[in-house]
């Protein structure tokens, strides 16, 4: 009897486990994150990635931002996450964490907007050749009737970088009547001209073609299914606490409060900025980049999709290349790591944000800052590109040829080098093509 009874116990107890595991697996919102691995697990040296450590402790010391978390990537495994300083230092201090929520400011870009505009393609609903008039007849106002989506995405609308804050402070109506009554500063295809601009515009298109606006849109076809659920705009009470502070808005500290002023006056959703994250959520992100839009099983676009967004374009006169919504090579690429194949693809954010992606060396590099908190003068930038140096260095058995192996050492030593010396030692590279002014 007895052993009749510990068997029926045991069946319960077994049932029961299972019921549990059922209803865990259902709760689970999509994928799991990336898997955590030490460095040599996937042919990274860990000595080499320690250096980041210094990097970050230094500039902290130095006062360019309170905190920061870094996150490294490769192979679809997280090799390096570390968090540094803090998330908030006025009015009290609070520790940063490697789950801190950040304003991501302008990777609001490619992560939100170009991501949504990418589906919308994939979905046949949208054409990157297109007129923007086309979706949005307002916007032919003023000569803008020959502007593309690909315009947009590139950055070579001819629109402004950005219209007056005071054309946002009576609503958002009025805001959407001056945005399509703006002439333009330069014929559509033949200069890049940075603009917030054109990708507000943007998630207004998200808006017309899909019914839903830039934040439903990313939230149900792309950061949903990847399990996201620490990204989006307009972060609810349990994220904002975890928020690192920015700046003081009336009198307030924002913290998981979008800090763009134009942002904030069209409700929090923009296609410019808005959009809050964690280093880890985006860890997914990339990875699905990297696997042809794929992740965990879900697949949020197209390979084809994916390697139209993420083929260099020649913008401008020069010899800068975008992707459609990403950075590559241009004058905003001083975040861009010296070792990165021609392959990479990035963006920052005015917050002190920073995340680039090398489909080559199979690499994520996340950086993460609160540099406005508390004065709004840190610079972080420069350091963002010497930790993506040092991530590619960090690779066993990585080669690379003259200069760029000065530049891995220069970036491991914490070495500064003046303007003309990083000229000489790039070959001038950067000026070939473009015209150059001297101010005195």
Excluded at 9 to 21: I, T
């Amino acid at each position: 009897v007895a052993v009749k009874r510990r068997r029926f116990e045991c069946r319960v107890v077994a049932s029961l486990f299972v019921q549990l595991l059922c209803v865990a697996v259902a709760a689970a919102d999509g994928p799991p994150k990336l898997p955590h691995a030490a460095p040599q697990q996937v042919g990274m040296n860990a000595a080499r990635l320690a250096v980041v450590d210094q990097l970050v402790g230094d500039e902290i010391e130095d006062g360019e931002m309170a905190g920061a978390v870094v996150l490294v990537a490769r192979h679809g495994r997280i090799v390096y996450l570390q968090a540094f300083g803090h998330r908030q230092v006025e009015p009290a201090q609070v520790p940063m964490t490697t789950d801190t929520v950040f304003d991501l400011a302008s990777l609001t870009k490619p992560i939100a907007t170009a991501t949504s505009v990418m589906k919308l393609a994939a979905l046949g609903q949208v054409k990157f050749d297109d007129p923007v008039a086309k979706y949005v007849p307002e916007f032919a106002q003023n000569g803008k009737q020959d502007v593309t989506i690909r315009h947009l995405l590139t950055h070579q609308s001819g629109l402004t970088p950005d219209n007056a804050l005071q054309d946002y402070e009576d609503g958002t109506e009025k805001a959407w009547q001056r945005i399509w009554a703006l002439p333009l500063t330069a014929e559509p295809g033949s200069r890049f001209i940075y603009s917030d601009v054109g990708f507000i515009v943007l998630a207004e298109i998200v808006h017309r073609v899909s019914g839903s606006n830039v934040h439903e849109f990313s939230r149900q076809h792309v950061f949903g299914p990847l399990g996201l659920g620490e990204t989006g705009y307009l972060p609810d009470e349990s994220l904002r606490r975890r928020a690192a502070a920015t700046e003081q808005r009336d009198g307030r500290w924002m913290c998981g409060e979008v800090h763009d002023p134009r942002a904030s006056l069209l409700g929090g959703i923009a296609g410019h900025a808005g959009l809050f994250s964690t280093a880890e959520d985006l860890a997914v992100y990339g990875q699905m980049l990297l696997q042809d839009g794929q992740y965990g099983g879900v697949q949020i676009l197209p390979a084809e999709i994916v390697a139209q967004m993420t083929t260099p374009q020649r913008v401008g006169e020069g010899a800068s290349l975008r992707g459609l919504g990403w950075d590559m090579r241009t004058g905003y690429s001083s975040n861009r790591g010296d070792l990165f194949s021609p392959r990479a693809f990035g963006h920052g954010g005015f917050t002190g944000t920073g995340i680039w992606i090398d489909p080559q060396l199979e690499l994520i590099v996340i950086f993460l800052s609160n540099r406005l908190h508390p004065d709004g003068k840190g610079t972080v930038n420069p350091l963002i590109g010497r930790i993506g140096t040092v991530a590619a260095a960090a690779m066993e058995g990585a080669t690379v040829a003259s200069p760029t192996a000065d530049a891995a050492a220069e970036a491991a030593e914490g070495t500064v080098l003046t303007g003309i010396d990083v000229l000489v030692r790039d070959g001038f590279r950067p000026l070939q093509g473009r015209r150059v002014g001297l101010v005195t």
